[in-house]
């Protein structure tokens, strides 16, 4: 199954950056599949696969998470945010919730943001 607009939308703002380690995950989100879907009233989590024969993982830690993504639309009073997990060196998840509201059924035209401008990305330097 695809990813839908939202959830693409979503998927390539966390990895926007000049970073080479988001540069080789949005490699990889380009050949995501929806493994799952898992809903609630404040949000949603779609679990991923990517095909380990089209891309290879990145060489970091076991476990990566890329939390700094902000959801902004008219039908959130107090928005929305993102995260993109990342396990083993391929994308496996993504989280949005919202902050005490109930979830939207359609957010097509939700925008996307950073919680920080510049992006704090040391999220991304190995340890």
Not at 93 to 112: G, I, K, M, N
Request: glycine fraction near 6%; charge should be negative; hydrophobic fraction near 45%.
């Amino acid at each position: 199954m695809q990813p839908t607009a939202f959830e693409k939308k979503a998927l390539y703002s966390l990895l926007a950056g000049e970073h080479p380690i988001l540069a080789a995950l949005r490699e990889q989100a380009d050949h995501v599949a929806v493994r799952s879907r898992e809903t609630s009233a404040v949000g949603a989590f779609i679990n991923f696969e990517v095909d380990h024969s089209t891309v290879p993982p990145i060489q970091i830690r076991s476990r990566l998470v890329l939390g700094d993504g902000v959801i902004v639309t008219p039908r959130l009073q107090h928005g929305a945010g993102c995260s993109l997990f990342v396990e083993d060196g391929y994308i496996s998840f993504l989280e949005v919730f919202t902050y005490d509201e109930p979830w939207p059924e359609d957010l097509d035209d939700a925008a996307f943001a950073h919680v920080s401008v510049p992006r704090d990305l040391s999220v991304l330097n190995p340890k």
